[in-house]
């Protein structure tokens, strides 16, 4: 079910967002295509897939989430340009390819996630892909700028560079990683339940406690695959985390652990959803697929 679903929603948010990183002038090409090589670049794109789920599950149609799920992978490629850079994370590899800053220059990867991170609050305010309720528009962007700056995944990756060469405890772990990748992954689960235009507190809250474990799933299965895959199979340098001494969940609880620590997650995040019915089956198999994974 989950590939056919993904299929689906990858051919519908690559399609808009092809349409949004056409260049509107000839002296921005080199800019628009930095921006272009960095989004349509692969991807498997979890987050999309999350906010149409999360707003088909209470209801609501593809059409209603299309400018939520093209700003939280417009927000997640930002945050990867920008992570791979010299002064961050120094990566030459990403998705198998070459990173912004190498297939094009530092300074011009800077602006191109400058770009994107720009270019995903101006879709999500546009009432043509978005709920035509003005409020309902202003919280969303307020979920996202919040799960995107210095409370969500700025703070994590802050967090992340001072803890280089540490020993983390698991709560300062988790702090990290609910940060640094949990908190874009949770937004979008709220801002496709948001867009459905159907969503009351009861929904919001089962949906926060899913979006909250699978989050940290999500890290818990890219450490363990940090360690049991490989280069060509990830797409980005294999061991790089255990290389440059960063704390990590098999670091810390050992291999085993963590894999029946994400299969708890995954357990947790399904419970949460028991009081929805089959409309909520894809937000199902995607706390599967996360831990399923192999790259």
């Known amino acids: 079910m989950i590939a056919a679903y993904q299929k689906q929603c990858q051919a519908r948010v690559d399609a808009a967002l092809e349409a949004l990183l056409q260049p509107p002038r000839a002296e921005l090409q080199r ?6 090589y960095s989004v349509v670049n692969g991807g498997k794109r979890v987050r999309p897939l999350l906010v149409y789920a999360a ?20 927000i997640h490629a930002y945050s990867l340009v920008h992570d791979d850079l010299p002064a961050m994370d120094d990566d030459d590899l990403r998705r198998g390819q070459p990173t912004t800053h190498r297939a094009f220059d530092e300074a011009c990867a800077i602006l191109a996630g400058d770009g994107l991170q720009a270019l995903a609050f101006e879709v999500l305010t ?8 003005a409020g309902l528009r202003l919280e969303m962007s307020r979920t996202l700028a919040r799960a995107a700056g210095p409370a969500g995944m700025v703070g994590g990756q802050a967090i992340d560079l001072e803890a280089v060469g540490r020993r983390l405890d698991r709560d300062a772990l988790e702090t990290m990683h609910r940060h640094k990748t949990g908190a874009l992954i949770e937004a979008s689960v709220r801002l496709g339940a948001l867009a459905s235009g159907r969503a009351d507190e009861t929904d919001l809250a089962a949906l926060a406690v899913y979006a909250r474990a699978i989050g940290l799933a999500f890290q818990v299965q890219d450490d363990i695959l940090d360690v049991e895959s490989d280069t060509a199979t990830l797409g ?21 652990a963590a894999k029946a620590y994400a299969l708890a997650l995954r357990d947790q995040a399904l419970g949460a959803l028991e009081g929805f019915d089959a409309g909520a089956d894809p937000l199902r198999a995607l706390a599967r697929y996360i831990v399923e994974r192999r790259h």
Request: with cysteine.
């Open 31 to 36: 800019l628009y295509q930095a921006m272009r």
């Open 55 to 74: 707003c088909e599950a209470l209801g609501g149609t593809p059409e209603r989430a299309e400018g939520a799920a093209c700003a939280v992978e417009l």
């Open 126 to 133: 546009d009432p043509r892909r978005n709920p035509r309720d």
């Open 236 to 256: 980005k340098t294999q061991g790089k985390d255990q290389a440059n001494d960063k704390p990590t969940y098999p670091a810390l609880l050992g291999l085993e």
